[in-house]
């Protein structure tokens, strides 16, 4: 039954997508059919198999384990603060440790790693998608440096991009999500979930962007940035330069996203209390009715479909962070209900990110900036879309 309910999830999600196309003749349903077998191939290895889960349970273990050290010089900084036994201070346990995290990957950058990891993967991409070498460095890009440095990483290849190659980046940015991330998400939902949702979400920005918005042009001249900025490598910044740039990135982040949970539950409990107290019931539940009949073609249990849309809407107007608080303290949920809305979770899907993804390209081109205001709202529904079609894959193995 589950693989029947999923199977209809993903022609519901493909259908959707396939009606907001402009450029049916150009969708290449060679590469849309192997990346999804490559999904499901990857997510049965991962939930199915004993050495899946070994590498779920050691990648898992590793992140709880780099937030331990991130929290020593918060303990320097905070200890004097008391915390009652056996309780938890978000902006202490799960933001602060991404100030370590953000260091940790501005060594890494510094070093050379994750630009030879984005090569080789990213040429793996371009193999397997058929897709251009921008499209294919920005998935692996975005995990590892997050939105919006990609963009400052592709600025001479965004002043040269077309309509629907900037769609392409920006629908696999805000699909995506950042390694920096990565320990702050697993201190809040299972942290094989949020290594499954990385792995799937590389493929599903860029097969929903493959069914909206395929396009056969060769757009030579930002593939042709791309090779000239290989062979003429910046000069390296001073170590500590680098160094502190990126702690300080990482603090600044904490900041926002605490500023942004603080303003966002705060109205979200005005809303609540106040259409309560009006009509009889929340603001939550209205979203989680609204979304209800989403959750339930995808496969969620009926039992769960107002409370997981509910949390799809929370996230789409809020963002992840909120959500994923909501996560554990619905204890009745079921186990595919907990896998899906998880893995759904772990993106940058949502109406903050648009303003960011928009104000870094103005950055860099009013021009360019001016397509991004023109595909903002199908630039949502393709994110969402994404993360759906996530959700679905996992829920085929439960």
Do not use: H
């Amino acid at each position: 039954m589950s693989i029947i309910r999923g199977l209809i999830g993903f022609a519901f999600i493909f259908l959707i997508a396939f009606l907001f196309c402009k450029e049916k003749k150009n969708i290449k349903y060679k590469n849309i059919i192997l990346m999804i077998v490559i999904q499901v191939l990857l997510t049965f290895l991962l939930l199915n198999t004993g050495v899946g889960l070994t590498i779920l349970s050691a990648i898992s273990d590793f992140f709880t384990w780099l937030t331990a050290q991130g929290m020593a010089g918060c303990d320097f900084v905070f200890g004097g603060i008391t915390v009652a036994k056996g309780s938890s201070v978000f902006f202490f346990n799960v933001l602060m440790p991404l100030v370590f995290i953000s260091a940790l990957i501005g060594i890494l950058k510094w070093l050379g790693v994750l630009d030879f990891i984005v090569k080789w993967i990213g040429w793996i991409f371009n193999k397997v998608t058929g897709l251009g070498e921008v499209e294919s460095y920005v998935p692996i890009a975005t995990t590892l440096l997050g939105s919006p440095q990609i963009f400052m990483t592709i600025q001479s290849q965004i002043k040269k991009m077309n309509f629907n190659q900037l769609f392409t980046v920006c629908l696999t940015v805000i699909s995506g999500m950042s390694a920096s991330m990565l320990a702050s998400y697993m201190t809040m939902i299972d942290g094989k979930y949020v290594v499954i949702a990385v792995v799937l979400n590389l493929f599903s920005g860029l097969i929903i962007s493959a069914i909206m918005n395929p396009y056969n042009e060769k757009i030579a001249t930002a593939d042709e940035e791309v090779a000239k900025e290989k062979a003429e490598k910046e000069p390296k910044e001073p170590f500590f330069s680098m160094l502190g740039d990126y702690i300080s990135s990482g603090f600044n982040l904490a900041i926002i996203v605490a500023a942004m949970c603080i303003g966002f539950i705060s109205l979200i409990s005005f809303l609540n209390n106040g259409l309560a107290a009006i009509c009889g019931i929340s603001f939550t539940d209205i979203l989680g009715y609204v979304f209800a009949p989403i959750a339930y073609v995808i496969g969620v249990p009926l039992q769960d479909v107002v409370k997981i849309g509910g949390l799809m809407a929370t996230k789409l107007l809020t963002n992840e962070f909120v959500a994923m608080g909501q996560v554990a303290s619905m204890t009745t949920l079921t186990a595919k209900s907990v896998a899906m809305i998880s893995v759904y979770l772990v993106s940058f899907v949502n109406f903050g990110t648009l303003g960011i993804i928009s104000g870094a390209v103005k950055s860099i081109s009013e021009e360019k900036a001016k397509d991004v205001a023109k595909f903002s709202l199908k630039l949502i529904l393709g994110g969402t879309l994404a993360g759906l079609l996530s959700a679905a894959i996992v829920g085929l193995f439960f």
